[in-house]
Nanobody, 121 residues
Framework: QVRLVESGGGLVQAGGSLRLSCAAS????????MGWFRQAPGKEREFVAV????????YHADSVKGRFTISSDSAKSTVYLQMNSLKPEDTAVYYC??????????????WGQGTQVTVSS
């Protein structure tokens, strides 16, 4: 079992920054990797980024590449999503997930409760 708790969401103006954190507990390490997804109202859950626990491998969606950075701290069992140059279209509930490497939500078995990010124009 894996338990995931996100934090760090909030309201920010366009162009601003936020850092999301995801604290993991339980059987969090191998074979799992950690991903961030987001879901805006009326839309499907969308892949944002994925990282392995060593931090040696990362992959970001094209929509956030160059603006968002995923990282991991295995000593703290925590994954981060640094979000810079935020845009109103980044507004969504952001979810942390543990699973197997990929961009589909179906590849992830464990999910956090989500944290709201709202970007005002």
């Amino acid at each position: 079992q894996v338990r995931l708790v996100e934090s760090g969401g909030g309201l920010v103006q366009a162009g601003g920054s936020l850092r999301l954190s995801c604290a993991a507990s339980g059987n969090t390490f191998s074979p799992y990797v950690m991903g961030w997804f987001r879901q805006a109202p009326g839309k499907e859950r969308e892949f944002v980024a994925v990282v392995n626990w060593s931090g040696s491998s990362t992959y970001h969606a094209d929509s956030v590449k160059g603006r968002f950075t995923i990282s991991s701290d295995s000593a703290k069992s925590t994954v981060y999503l640094q979000m810079n140059s935020l845009k109103p279209e980044d507004t969504a509930v952001y979810y942390c997930a543990a699973g197997h490497w990929g961009t589909s939500p179906n590849q992830y078995s464990y999910w956090g409760q989500g944290t709201q990010v709202t970007v005002s124009s």
